[in-house]
């Protein structure tokens, strides 16, 4: 039982920090993304000069952080069902993969309620996008290191 919970709390954190992010107003995201575009901008400047529209690298840095919070996810849902279930094979991955993506339709419905926010389709794609890079970086990492655990055993045989 604690083996399990080891496993899947920090599954449950990291969907708690989705949330939380996802839960911000508009205006309050849009000010943190700004933000985090400034301070870009102030140590790239040359992406300006390069003729990098501002507008764009926006969307980028904003589309970045769906992709990064879902690789952690994905990462971090592969390796619980590994450790925890009786899948083997790619049944792990595909878990992982659908957990996430439910996951993310929810948090983009959920969004619809939150005053100047909007559930987007290409958001859950870009969120998918993330989680398989989050499951191939995790599996990578394990191959690489020759730490093959249990969660890379069970996603393999």
Request: proline share 1%.
């Amino acid at each position: 039982m604690t083996k399990k919970i080891g496993a899947w709390l920090p599954v449950a954190a990291w969907c708690m920090v989705i949330l939380w992010f996802s839960g911000e107003t508009g205006e309050d995201s849009a000010q943190r993304s700004g933000w985090l575009l400034e301070w870009v901008l102030g140590r790239g400047a040359w992406l300006e000069r390069w003729g990098i529209h501002r507008d764009l690298l926006h969307l980028g840095l904003r589309k970045g952080a769906h992709m990064f919070n879902y690789a952690v996810l994905g990462g971090l849902t592969a390796n619980a069902f590994g450790r925890t279930t009786l899948l083997a094979g790619g049944k792990v991955l595909a878990a992982a993969l659908g957990f996430c993506i439910l996951f993310a339709g929810m948090d983009e419905w959920r969004q619809t309620f939150v005053p100047g926010r909007a559930g987007a389709f290409t958001d859950v794609l870009v969120d998918t996008a993330g989680t398989v890079l989050g499951i191939l970086l995790l599996y990578g990492i394990r191959l690489v290191s020759g730490c093959r655990g249990e969660v890379l055993e069970n996603a393999l045989d």
